[in-house]
């Protein structure tokens, strides 16, 4: 089998840690055909992983993960070989909401009294777009005393202050994954919905009814489906004429249960993507 990996992120990932070289030399040591490093929101990887990739004999597959809302829930897409020239374009709706919310995160966080202001977070941030655990790691460096006794500081955190009723909780407003699937069809991008069963699974209709919106395929196998949900799933693929693809969704320390390699499904996953570039939603 020739092995693929489609969904990983890099430093260019506000949660990513590895940079895009290190990333192509541990899977081409692992044998790996092809990679696609979807950082969030974000092409920041690219070219240096396009020319990593060179060197190394293995092929990249330009890719993002972007975050769209569906049904009031954060929902991920992850869209293959999308221009990072024209990326831009596309993910500006969802940068200026993930600024915004920052901003009132920060705003919300300073008057309950955290030294914090949102150059620095937007500095830290860059070249990506600023999240939330970055916001943490600068408040447990200026106020070490409230992070005392937690094992998980940055979800804990999170969940106390930024969750409902939080005291800097601020309503998200995202922006709906019909329109990031028509976007990036229009750009003669492939979208691909990812790990589907995490957080809050998706059904049959979920999965009908994007499919009618331009879906193109599903994320069946990643780290955090179970055989059942990784055999519900590509079930529905076959279904509704859905690319099936796979990725370990790593990011690094920040989730040490995911490991490079760990993942991978046959190049021909890659070969189905390429097929659907520039195609109807309708088939």
Do not use: W
């Not at 974000?42 to 330009?62: D, F, Q």
């Not at 006794?149 to 969750?163: N, Q, V």
């Not at 919106?213 to 055989?227: D, R």
């Amino acid at each position: 089998m020739r092995k693929v990996d489609l969904h990983i992120h890099s430093k260019y990932s506000s949660d990513g840690e590895l940079s895009p070289g290190d990333i192509a030399a541990k899977l081409a040591r692992l044998n790996y055909a092809a990679l696609s490093i979807t950082d969030h929101d974000s092409m920041g990887a690219y070219p240096e992983i396009e020319e990593e990739g060179k060197k190394l004999g293995l092929e990249v597959i330009p890719g993002v993960e972007i975050t769209t809302g569906y049904r009031g829930r954060e929902t991920h897409l992850l869209g293959y070989f999308l221009s990072p020239e024209v990326a831009p374009l596309v993910l500006n709706p969802v940068l200026q909401s993930r600024l915004e919310l920052t901003r009132k995160r920060v705003e919300k966080l300073k008057r309950l009294g955290f030294n914090i202001e949102m150059e620095e977070v937007l500095r830290r941030s860059s070249p990506s777009p600023p999240t939330a655990p970055i916001i943490i790691e600068i408040l447990m460096e200026r106020h070490p005393e409230k992070f005392e006794g937690m094992e998980d500081p940055i979800r804990e955190f999170y969940r106390a202050y930024f969750l409902p009723p939080g005291p800097a909780y601020v309503e998200r407003v995202y922006v709906p994954i019909e329109t990031m699937v028509e976007k990036l069809r229009q750009r003669g991008a492939v979208p691909v919905l990812a790990h589907p069963g995490a957080y809050f699974p998706l059904e049959e209709e979920d999965i009908k009814y994007l499919k009618k919106e331009g879906l193109q395929g599903i994320e069946v196998k990643n780290t955090y489906h179970s055989p059942e949900q990784e055999y519900f799933y590509r079930e529905l693929a076959k279904k509704y004429s859905l690319v099936p693809t796979c990725g370990s969704d790593f990011h690094g320390s920040r989730k040490p249960e995911v490991h490079l390699g760990d993942v991978a499904c046959d190049y021909r996953v890659v070969e189905e993507l390429k097929l659907r570039r520039g195609v109807s939603g309708e088939f």
